[in-house]
């Protein structure tokens, strides 16, 4: 074969594979107005589909990552269409990793359109409509998960109640702290039912941990230093060295009022 005919071949098989890859990933508008929304969808080698979701707002597109579990590519574009939802001045745009069972795995990223501008207000772990409801955004508190060396399902996490103030997004402390009431009174109850002792097994002792600083963690988030302070001064004598330094540590890690962006990774 000759130098031409071969690189004729070789630009041949290049074009028809960009046309390819163009034809499996076309865009695709999930929304036309009031934002533009499109999505191009590739299928995964594993199964299912990976789309990456542009909200446009001038040449620049704003970029959010997700991935459908479905069979077909109609069924992801239709599944995509559905989690993209507009509830003035609100833009909700699902994000999943495609059903994994981490906390992180389903999310909305949220979008304030403000005089034809679209801000991105943030992340929150969970979907809509339950992450927006009576003019409050509603996210989860998971900072300690993985830095306790504790097991996931015993690490303390609470809700969190965030406002948009001037489209940016501040911890609404008296409503964070209102609607844990119930957590916190059932994990004051356990700790009340369940003294602790100085020699507990990890087995007893971690749950008991768990309750703990659930309620000490919540408390020093919403700046309760009143409750903060009788809660330390009741269990503080009844714990060994090592039980005081867990608890010690797990609590240095809350700042109070902290926005979960200062330690979660968006989607």
Partial sequence: MSRHIKWLAITVALVASWSYQTAQAAELVLMDTPVKVTATV????????????????????????????????????????????????????????????NLRCEGETVFKVVETVTVRLGDLIGAAPSVYTKGHFHDVYDKL??????????????????????????????????????????????????????????????????????????????NKHAELQALLNTVTPLLNTDQLRMVTDALSKVVPLELPKAWRTPY
């Avoid at 008296?174 to 009174?185: E, I, Q, V």
């Fill in 42 to 101: 590739k299928a995964l080698d594993e199964g299912g589909y990976a789309a990456q979701i542009g909200i446009h707002n001038g040449p620049i597109a704003q970029l959010v990552n997700t991935a459908v579990r479905t069979n077909s590519q109609s069924n992801a574009e239709r599944i995509l269409r559905k989690q993209v939802r507009w509830q003035s001045p609100y833009l909700f745009v699902h994000s999943s990793c495609g059903g994994g069972r």
């Fill in 145 to 222: 998960d993985g830095k306790l060396g504790i097991a996931s399902e015993l690490t303390p996490r609470f809700v969190l109640v965030l406002d948009d103030v001037n489209g940016k997004w501040v911890v609404n402390a008296a409503a964070t702290w209102s609607g844990n009431a119930n957590a916190w009174r059932t994990h004051a109850d356990q700790i009340a039912n369940t003294p602790p002792h100085k020699d507990w097994s990890e087995t007893e002792w971690l749950p008991y941990f768990s309750a703990l600083v659930s309620n000490a963690a919540l408390a020093r988030y919403c």
